[in-house]
């Protein structure tokens, strides 16, 4: 089953969480965080585990790609509600350390 | 306050997600090569990715859309309710062929089905040149 939450902050930002689950487990997930640019959807920051690996990436306001660092899974709510916090700002925020 | 939104993808709707997938990525065994190659630097391919494998799987997909900005009810008029549920009891279609199956002007078809999709209320995808609704409606709510 593919699971999609999109949870809309404003008309140009929002949260979107994919988790993949097969045999009634989760087994990849992604968490963004995507801000509306011109009239596409652009990804800021993503916490995924495709590679295998938990991990978050950064991407610039363009959606070109920052870096990208390990970090533990976190629950979909709780990078909402960090979200909500920071917003545009999360960018430059330290969010291993919250 | 917000409003809450379950939708569900019918065969026909995964079809159509498909075709507008594999348009823009291309295959199944394309996507997971690229996605090698690329890592984490093409976000899309990834979404693509787990689309591909619900689909493959022949799984079920579900979305729930929760909007917590309030100008989302000045988007709700009864004539965007119509149109919703037309959506929701035909396959999908075309923006074109909604407005002359509904007799309506293809501008205001247009303007609704992309003032609801700006809130998600709707989902869309390219189908060439056209955009399509996709997905059912099952249910919405409002908290407070």
Not at chain 2, 35 to 45: F, Q
Not at chain 2, 124 to 135: A, L, R
Request: overall charge positive; some cysteine.
């Amino acid at each position: 089953m593919l699971r999609i939450k999109r949870y809309l902050i404003t008309k140009s930002e929002m949260v979107e969480s994919m988790e993949y689950y097969a045999g009634g487990r989760l087994k990849y997930y992604i968490y963004s965080y995507k801000v509306m640019k011109g009239r596409r959807w652009i990804t800021l920051v993503r916490w995924d585990n495709l590679d295998g690996m938990d991990h978050m990436d950064r991407y610039d306001e363009n959606g070109n790609f920052v870096e990208s660092r390990e970090f533990p899974r976190r629950n979909f709510d709780d990078l909402v509600k960090i979200i909500k916090t920071f917003r545009r700002n999360i960018i430059a925020v330290d969010v291993e350390n919250l | 306050m917000l409003l809450r939104i379950v939708r569900k993808y019918r065969s026909e709707d995964v079809a159509v997600l498909r075709r507008a997938i594999r348009r823009r990525h291309g295959r199944f065994e394309k996507v997971k090569k690229m996605m090698h190659i690329k890592g984490c630097s093409n976000p899309e391919l990834g979404e693509a990715f787990l689309f591909y494998l619900a689909m493959q799987e022949g799984a079920p997909i579900e979305e729930e859309v929760v909007i917590e900005d309030r100008k989302v009810f000045n988007a709700l008029t009864a004539k965007r309710f119509e149109l919703l549920e037309f959506i929701n009891a035909h396959p999908p279609m075309s923006i074109k062929e909604i407005a002359t199956r509904t007799g309506r002007d293809y501008k205001n078809v247009y303007d609704d089905v992309s003032s609801l999709s700006r809130y998600l209320v709707v989902n869309t995808v390219k189908n060439g040149k056209e955009i399509v609704p996709i997905g059912v409606v099952e249910g919405m709510g409002v908290e407070l």
